[in-house]
């Protein structure tokens, strides 16, 4: 059984479909500890419910990055954590953390990177024109949004689409993928090669996506 640490900053929808797929066994993990910045975040109550230890470390106790994420990593390693996960937690991770859990940590972004990193980026989307975006799990490296891919999904953007249209489709989309991406990793099927992730024994979908789309001749 894996055991993980999830760090959260808000509300806290993909730490709850976790919990569901560890609770409903399509996932073969436990959650060791609850970790937020935020005191007010509802993951925490979440958490709660479920009987899950949280903790909260706040950036007034720890001003310095690199000593918020020391003790951080303390909390996780006392909690005997082998796989971080990242779960809208609103803080980049330093040096200090990352080289403690080398491709141990994992993080959801709303976008198929790696177009558009960062934030606020439904409705860079949309004001680009994608005709498509999605979500994607990657393991963690010492740039934004940069690690490896482990998996996406794709969601067609529609015209009539606002930032929160788009936000409300692809978050749907995050809570398939995020615990299947912690399944492939406890089921030890993930390596990384340079850039790539190969999965072991993976299942890939064929055809191509048009959208909008092309009238039959």
Known sequence: MLTLGVLVSGSGTNLQSIIDSIEGGSLDARIAVVLSDNPRAYALERAKKHGIKTCVITKKEFPKREDYDRKAVEVLKDCGVELVVLAGFMRILSPVFIREFPWRIM?????????????????????????????????????????????????????????????????????????????????????????????????????VLINPTVRDE
């Open 107 to 207: 993080n959801i972004h709303p976008s198929l990177l790696p177009a558009f990193p960062g934030l606020d980026v439904h409705r860079k989307v949309i004001e680009w024109g994608a005709r498509f975006s999605g979500c994607t799990v990657h393991f963690v490296d010492e740039g934004v949004d940069t690690g490896p891919i482990i998996i996406q999904a794709v969601v067609p953007v529609r015209d009539d689409d606002t930032p929160e249209t788009l936000r409300q489709r692809i978050l749907q989309e995050e809570h398939r993928i995020y615990p299947e991406a912690i399944r492939l990793f406890s089921e030890g099927r993930l390596t990384v090669e340079g850039r790539r992730v190969r999965i072991k024994d993976g299942r890939f979908c064929e055809g």
